[in-house]
């Protein structure tokens, strides 16, 4: 990561450190996911006919609060900054995470799920146009996609030990390790992410385009979004 030509704005290797180990632990997270139709059956006590209608009812709530965020997360990473929104999603994600495996009843299970969906949010935030600049943006792609191949390397060690029986390890502890490393991750990020709308050169652009109040960068975005509805054929 030495290599690469960041923006003049302060970027320092935590900075970045933060953004690659986001690409893995947002795929080590994918475990939860993969993990989905064993733990419905074993901790819900849910019968194998039952279990894609448990699934497929927590799709269909999850995309029920996940189409809001998606549609407004632009506006509020742009009005708020990108740290608190980024952070209060990984706070939900480690609390659901270690809830999950004590989690015994269907509901429940239901409302821990949603704590999830801001996190899918999470992967719309420009890490790499914010920090690098355009020359190293290529290869700056190429280090996210093997943080996030690594993270994926992981998860399916992770599953072939907990399904395999081999190591005698239960999903109920990796859960609860990958909860740790979230919440580890979450301080990590509280302390060293960089949130390039607080800078001056987003304060110069800002002034340029008359967007320093919040409502103004609120209709300033929303326009845009507009615009590009319009005009896309």
């Not at 998860?155 to 390890?169: I, W």
């Not at 340029?208 to 590009?228: D, I, N, P, Y």
């Amino acid at each position: 990561m030495c290599c690469l030509e960041t923006r003049a704005i302060g970027v320092t290797k935590a900075n970045l450190t933060v953004m690659m180990l986001f690409y893995f632990m947002n795929s080590l997270n994918g475990f939860i996911n993969s993990f989905n139709v064993f733990f419905i059956e074993g901790s819900l006590g849910v019968g194998k006919e039952e279990v894609d209608d448990v699934q497929q009812t927590n799709r269909i709530i999850g995309y029920i609060f996940q189409l809001p965020i998606v549609l407004s997360i632009g506006v509020v990473y742009d009005i708020y900054g990108r740290r608190k929104p980024f952070l209060l999603a990984w706070a939900f994600a480690a609390i659901a995470t270690f809830v999950y495996p004590f989690v015994t009843d269907k509901v429940l299970y239901y409302i821990v799920s949603t704590l999830l969906v801001p996190l899918t949010a999470c992967f719309t935030l420009p890490f790499v146009p914010d920090l690098i600049m355009e020359a190293s943006q290529p290869l700056a792609v190429f280090f996210t996609i093997i943080s996030i191949a690594s993270g994926k390397v992981v998860v399916a060690g992770l599953l072939d030990l907990v399904a395999s029986k081999t190591m005698n390890v239960s999903y109920t502890a990796v859960y609860i390790g990958i909860s740790v490393l979230a919440a580890a991750y979450t301080i990590l990020a509280y302390l060293f992410m960089k949130d390039v709308v607080k800078s001056d050169e987003f304060k110069l652009r800002r002034e340029a385009t008359a967007t320093h109040k919040s409502s103004q960068r609120g209709l300033h975005v929303l326009e845009q979004g507009f615009k590009l509805i319009i005009h896309t054929p």
